[in-house]
């Protein structure tokens, strides 16, 4: 990659990052107790398969992206109740967060919490569901948010 190319990504981390150790994530010490809490919900449904529509309500075998999103954010106390991939572009406050953000658009959504994203699409090994990734992803028509403080 040349230096005139562009990021995969327009938005960029400069807090202290979590660690990825064998697909789990660590939280950077000194973080709230709510980022802690969302990087361990966060490892609870690591390998939990893709369902479309899972997560919201209705008895399934695994999450797709929104219910992935949702269940971290809720149980992390950042979010009263699932939301679907398009309302996420108006969760909380616009932008970039210091800790978490949540990238909606129709269709699709993912987070970041400290630096790792948190993303149910197929990571190139052939597995689709929530995963941890050190990989960016590109942002362009996403739209940023983030909980109000975090």
């Not at 709510?34 to 893709?50: C, E």
């Not at 967060?97 to 190139?124: Q, W």
Request: charged letters at 20%; glycine letters at 16%.
């Amino acid at each position: 990659m040349g230096c005139a190319s562009k990021p995969k990504t327009t938005a960029v981390y400069r807090g202290n990052r979590a660690a990825l150790v064998n697909g789990r994530a660590v939280a950077p010490a000194g973080v709230p107790r709510a980022v802690r809490a969302a990087i361990a919900a966060g490892n609870r449904i690591q390998r939990v398969p893709y369902q479309y529509g899972g997560g919201h309500g209705r008895p399934s075998r695994g999450l797709d992206c929104s219910g992935s999103v949702s269940y971290v954010l809720k149980a992390s106390g950042l979010l009263a109740s699932p939301l679907t991939s398009g309302e996420f572009r108006k969760y909380g406050t616009g932008g970039v967060g210091r800790y978490i953000t949540v990238y909606g658009r129709d269709g699709h959504v993912f987070m970041t919490v400290c630096g790792l994203r948190l993303d149910t699409s197929n990571s190139g090994n052939g597995h689709a569901g929530p995963r941890w990734s050190t990989k960016p992803r590109n942002v362009r028509g996403f739209t940023a948010r983030h909980p109000r403080g975090y």
